[in-house]
């Protein structure tokens, strides 16, 4: 079984950065493809970005792209996603999910799930 923790969530203002961490109970090929996915206030879960960690392939959303990075620490089994030039609209709960093969951006393809950490962007 994978387990996932998030961590580094908080309430920043607007044109801020913040470093969201997920640690990784122990990576196996459960871990090839790590996502990091955000729900907002009211709406449902979506795609920030993910990483193959086999390829070190990476994919974005729109929204992100140029402002948010998604990397790993292998040797902590740690992904990150550092967000740089928060806007309000990131606002939301940030997961982090795991599954096999290559990272999707879609929410029901990953079969891990941490719980979450809270990411609160004031203007």
């Known amino acids: 079984q994978v387990q996932l923790v998030e961590s580094g969530g908080g309430v920043v203002q607007t044109g801020d950065s913040l470093r969201l961490s997920c640690a990784v109970s122990?990576?196996?090929?459960?871990?090839?493809?790590m996502g990091w996915f955000r729900q907002p206030p009211g709406k449902e879960r979506e795609f920030v970005a993910a990483?193959?960690?086999?390829?070190?392939?990476?994919i974005y959303a729109d929204s992100v792209k140029g402002r948010f990075t998604i990397s790993e620490d292998s040797a902590k089994s740690t992904v990150y996603l550092q967000m740089n030039g928060l806007k309000p609209e990131d606002t939301g709960v940030y997961f982090c999910?795991?599954?096999?093969?290559?990272?999707?951006?879609?929410?029901?393809?990953?079969?891990?799930w941490g719980q979450g950490t809270q990411v609160t962007v004031s203007s």
């Open positions: 999910a795991s599954n096999q093969a290559s990272a999707t951006p879609y929410v029901d393809w990953y079969a891990f």
């Open positions: 990483l193959t960690r086999s390829s070190g392939g990476t």
């Open positions: 122990k990576h196996t090929f459960r871990t090839n493809a």
